[in-house]
């Protein structure tokens, strides 16, 4: 089985064999590992080396392995690797694997395979096979991008990681206030000031609580749009233009709302200003869609 990865990279070879195989700059970017420690070696012996992944909570996996290197006569490069844990709270028993570094124009193809097994019987296996192995090539297709962005791009890991976060926070948090405002004040709560600010709209009382549901649930599948189509700018753009056009239309209507707590005017302002964070950071965002998870067919 396996997981593969792979992903062009517009740079020298010495540049990216420097930046994945110093053991300083790969900890960089790579999110599987927290620390890599190279142990002396003698110049005919593989690199052994140790690891350490923080898990968070103060706590960490430890680990060790083993690296060759080695350039054929066409320029490809490949680095294999041995790895293994003694540590309990590692669900990687032992592991091997490559990476490859292919020549092609302009650009490497820059690959990797590995596989592992893992620890506490069938239930490692279940575990593995639903959680932590979906994670792990995630994880590995994202720091790849992360590398790419480093190399081609000069934006730093952790300038990638923290506009990572600041876009998933800003971006969670607009499609959750579309979200909660279509469930709770409409379609739940059927809150007063929703109906009273939709009854200067829809003058018929007959088609009030229809109205009220629609937009309901049109918030809700908004706030959908928001988190499957994630990598998408339109619609924080939509969000941020309503937002802002909703402003002026409440004053016409009904300004005594401007005045409340809570009101339309700070609420507004607030998720158009998330959604122009969210934009911002948006820009040359590492993603895992990038790679490629499955070798060429020959």
């Not at 292919?102 to 592992?116: E, K």
């Not at 998933?168 to 409409?186: E, M």
Request: hydrophobic residues 45%; proline residues 5%; contains cysteine.
């Amino acid at each position: 089985m396996g997981i593969y990865v792979e992903i062009p990279i517009r740079c020298s070879m010495e540049d990216l064999w420097e930046k994945t195989q110093s053991p300083e700059l790969h900890q960089e970017w790579d999110l599987r590992f927290s620390q890599i420690e190279y142990l002396p070696r003698n110049p005919e012996e593989p690199q052994k080396f140790l690891y350490r992944t923080r898990i968070g909570f103060g706590l960490a996996i430890d680990g060790s392995g083993e690296s060759t290197g080695s350039k054929d006569a066409d320029g490809v490069r490949t680095s294999s690797l041995k790895f293994w844990s003694a540590d309990a709270k590692s669900l990687i028993k032992t592991g091997s694997g490559y990476w490859k570094y292919v020549p092609t124009g302009d650009s490497i193809r820059f690959f990797t395979w590995y596989d592992y097994e893992t620890r506490f019987g069938a239930l490692g296996k279940v575990v593995d096979r639903l959680i932590f192995r979906p994670l792990l090539e995630w994880a590995t297709a994202w720091s790849f991008d992360r590398l790419r962005l480093w190399i081609e791009r000069g934006i730093s890991p952790d300038i990638s990681r923290d506009r990572a976060l600041i876009y998933s926070l800003a971006r969670g948090t607009v499609a959750f206030i579309w979200f909660y405002h279509g469930l709770v004040p409409k379609l739940i709560r059927h809150d007063p000031a929703e109906l009273d600010l939709l009854s200067r709209v829809v003058t018929s009382p007959n088609w009030l609580m229809t109205a009220v549901n629609v937009v309901g649930w049109t918030e809700i599948f908004f706030a959908l749009v928001l988190i499957v189509f994630w990598r998408h700018r339109w619609p924080l753009w939509v969000t941020l233009v309503f937002m802002l056009l909703g402003i002026p239309a409440v004053a016409i209507s009904a300004p005594g709302y401007l005045g409340a707590a809570f009101n339309p005017l700070t609420l507004n302002l607030a998720v158009a200003a998330l959604s122009a964070v969210a934009l911002a950071a948006g820009r040359d965002l590492a993603t895992a869609a990038r790679c490629r998870r499955k070798p060429a067919r020959s």
